[in-house]
């Protein structure tokens, strides 16, 4: 019998199972799988520093290239795992070669939801998800040139807002109402959608997107109310998808995600799942929750490759997500899903420094902070703590941050 | 290039080379340092990378920006002497600076 551990999957939290399994002090072969060419690296500068050409490659790589080598780790990039043969207790990849695994963690993460729309398969139609994906798109950084990105979600409006600095004429679509209309209330759309517009970037809401147009590139977007969009590239950022196929052939328990417990273990006791693939249970929410964070991937390949060593580590914190536009720093501590109050910390009618604070019945449940670390800070504490908070003291900025909880 | 010595909570060592230029974060999650995460990738918005650095190194390491002083203000664990190592790029200067990490940070 194998003792093996096989990762299908390279990215973060990937790459926190392997350090971490060592650390655990598991000795035994590792194999990772990977279908890109590169060695697991970090994706959300993606949208911000790497494609404004700030920082290469060798600062989103994860590790040292030693480091899989040095760690015992047999990798195979640029190889897709087709198959887990459950009773067999091996994978199979894309050119019909078997593995066999005593232990496997599945940490697929997500791909992008794709538009269906003629005209999809245009060239000049991308989406942005992997550093090949960025490297297309810087190809049409020139001065003066259209760009329609197609949703105004945080990796639209990243790309908006270093495509702006470029010199690039760029027009946001969005199909909602507002922007960023999933994870924040109106006040923070419409303070993103006041900055988008004083740095020159044109949004527009309630906008659906009909088709592409073009001989043989993209040269307009045509939305279904009548609008024409003329343009030389178009970035499309509707979402993305949990990587759950290979699971859900293979018998697990699929649910929103892959189903795990607070130690990453899935339906079938020898196998583990880890990052944005998971549908995993948060005792501060009391329900299950599918992130799409590099938070959730670094504590979860934590807690997975403590399981799989055969110890101990649960999993239950605060999730928290961070956005770079321009000179704002968005931090968002908890999820707001399901608030029954929003109150605002300072003025996002001008500047650029704001918080929002949502209760859910007096309890604190999620912050907003937009240059604004303290609030920030101080809210990852109080949500993990339930806190009942005082919206009344919550607004009132004479009040410091530590004194908020009373 | 600075060879710098990362201590664990528990007194062990970790002495890496790190090139001019890189931040102590950035060397210290490429080489598995345990205790320092780095989450967000350098861009000072998780506290997950905080070090100890002891006063005679003050004076040879950029002063904090606000950012820095107010995340750690808040961060669990922080002291005096605590840094974001994100925010501290090597250079000749801090050759041979040792510094340390506290229990948990997340």
Redesign the interface.
């Known amino acids: 019998m194998s003792d093996e551990i096989i990762i299908i999957g390279a990215g973060q939290a990937a790459a926190q199972a392997v350090q971490s399994l060592r650390a655990e002090g598991f000795e035994g072969p590792i194999r990772l799988f990977g279908d890109e060419a590169y060695a697991p690296y970090q994706r959300p500068p993606l949208s911000k520093k790497f494609l404004a050409g700030e920082i290469g490659y060798d600062r989103v790589e994860l590790k040292a290239e030693d480091f899989y080598a040095s760690s015992g780790v047999a990798t195979h990039w640029s190889t897709r795992v087709t198959e887990i043969d459950r009773r067999q207790k091996h994978i199979l990849t894309g050119d019909g070669q078997a593995f066999p695994y005593g232990k496997l963690l599945l940490a697929t993460g997500s791909r992008v939801r794709e538009i269906n729309v003629p005209g999809f398969d245009l060239e000049g139609v991308h989406y942005l998800r992997n550093i090949d994906d960025v490297t297309s798109i810087q190809a049409h950084f020139k001065p003066g040139a259209k760009m329609v990105v197609v949703g105004g979600g945080y990796i639209g409006l990243e790309v908006a807002a270093v495509a702006v600095k470029r010199g690039i004429d760029v027009t946001v679509l969005e199909t909602a109402d507002r922007v960023m209309a999933r994870v924040v209330d109106p006040i923070v759309s419409h303070f993103y959608e006041r900055v988008h517009a004083e740095e020159g970037v044109k949004i527009e809401t309630g906008v659906t997107v009909a088709g592409f147009e073009g001989k043989d590139k993209v040269e307009a977007v045509v939305s279904g109310e009548g609008g024409r969009y003329a343009c030389d590239v178009v970035v499309v950022g509707i979402g993305i998808l949990p990587n759950t196929e290979l699971a859900a052939e293979a018998g697990l328990h699929v649910e929103n995600g892959i189903a795990v417990d607070e130690f990453c273990r899935t339906s079938d006791p020898d196998i583990c799942a880890a990052g944005d693939c998971t549908s995993h249970p948060n005792g501060i929410y009391g329900h299950k929750l599918r992130l799409e964070s590099v938070h959730n991937a670094i504590e979860q390949g934590k807690t997975a490759a403590a399981t799989l060593a055969g110890h101990e580590k649960p999993y239950n914190q605060v999730p928290w997500f961070w956005s770079d536009q321009y000179d704002l720093k968005l931090q968002i501590a908890g999820l707001s899903t399901g608030y029954t109050q929003a109150v605002v910390r300072g003025d996002p009618t001008t500047g650029r420094s704001f918080a929002v604070f949502y209760l859910k019945d007096g309890v604190l449940i999620a912050v907003d902070a937009i240059n604004r670390a303290p609030e920030f800070m101080m809210a990852k504490m109080l949500t993990a703590k339930k806190a009942v908070l005082d919206p009344a003291r919550i607004a009132d900025e004479s009040i410091g941050v530590k004194e908020l909880a009373g | 290039m600075a060879k710098i010595t990362y201590i664990e909570h528990d007194g062990k060592e970790h002495t890496l080379d790190v090139a001019d230029g890189m931040t102590l974060m ?1 060397a210290a ?4 340092v ?1 205790g320092i ?1 780095g ?3 350098g ?5 997950t990378c905080m070090v100890f650095v002891p006063e005679e190194w003050w004076d040879k390491i950029p002063a904090k920006e606000d ?1 820095e002083e ?2 750690l ?4 664990n922080a002291e005096a002497n605590s840094r974001l190592s994100c925010q501290i790029k090597a250079a000749p200067a801090i050759d041979g600076m040792r510094v340390s990490m506290p229990k948990s940070q ?1």
Do not use: I
């Not at chain 2, 203000?73 to 669990?76: D, I, L, P, T």
């Open positions: 950035e999650v490429k080489a598995s345990p995460d989450d967000c990738g861009a000072c918005a998780c506290a950012m107010t995340m203000e808040f961060a669990e997340h």
